[in-house]
């Protein structure tokens, strides 16, 4: 008799497959033997990743651009068949860390990290309600919880996703899909890389994939990791904004 491996008829549409977490995941995924799309800009290194996999397919595109995503999930779809799973992780980070308030670098990472999600789900949504089975996962952060010194322009889209996810959670459920949100602490990527501070309970890329795997596997809503991180961080989440500030200048440092 012949064990039919569950991952193996597994078709994944990843955003941001071209470093960090997101081509980790992809990596990860392809190894357990499902087929992989991912959509990311840099077309050098999703030809890498079609060079290292068969059950590879690269999409060159930009998550910002509604009708580019459409596209993606079309080919993607032509190439392995139905997408069962599809990973919102496309993201970038902008730190904030003066009073200089540029609308162009806010506008683009809510274009990027939050818009490029709702881009997803309005491409897919449709397919995966029609077929009454699907699952998508949306990369947030724990920045989205609480308001974080340097996360001025970034923390904003990832509590966007949190409450995104809560809100489509009633209508996902109905039509079969599962939905969850990630929320991971700090993982060592080129997003974090321009972090002058410590980074405490810094996790690589592996390890935050290996993370997100396992909780997509599982039926919570959200999955935050690492554990400590974000239980101190959960904490500090339901405290009054008084002890929240003096608690985070404390540990940051912030005046
Ligand atoms: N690193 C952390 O500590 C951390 C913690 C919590 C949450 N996150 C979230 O995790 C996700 C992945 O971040 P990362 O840390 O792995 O950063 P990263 O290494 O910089 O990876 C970001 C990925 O997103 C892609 N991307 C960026 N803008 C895009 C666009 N307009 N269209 C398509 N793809 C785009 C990048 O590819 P191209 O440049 O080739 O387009 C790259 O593949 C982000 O959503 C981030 O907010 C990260």
Partial sequence: MTIKNPTQNIHAFITGVSS????????MMLDQGMQVSGM???????KSLEDQ?????????DVADSQAVANAVEQAEKRFGDINQAICNAGIYIPQSD?????TLFRQQMEINYLGQVNVLAALLPLMEARQSGHIVLISSVAGWR?????????PTKAASISLAESLYFLCRQ????????C???????????????????????????AIIKGMRSSRFMISFPFMFALCLKILRIMPHSWYFWLTKRITGQQ
């Fill in 20 to 27: 960090g977490i997101g081509r980790a995941l992809a990596e």
């Fill in 40 to 46: 990311a800009r840099r077309r050098e290194a999703l």
């Fill in 53 to 61: 996999y068969d059950q590879f397919f690269g999409i060159t595109g």
């Fill in 99 to 103: 009073l200089n308030i540029d609308p």
């Fill in 147 to 155: 308001g974080l010194p340097l996360a001025a322009s970034y923390g």
């Fill in 175 to 182: 039509k079969n899909i599962k939905l969850q949100v990630i």
């Fill in 184 to 210: 991971p602490g700090f993982v060592d990527t080129e997003a974090t890389a321009q972090n002058t501070f410590r980074m405490p309970m810094l996790m690589t890329p592996p390890q935050a994939a290996k």
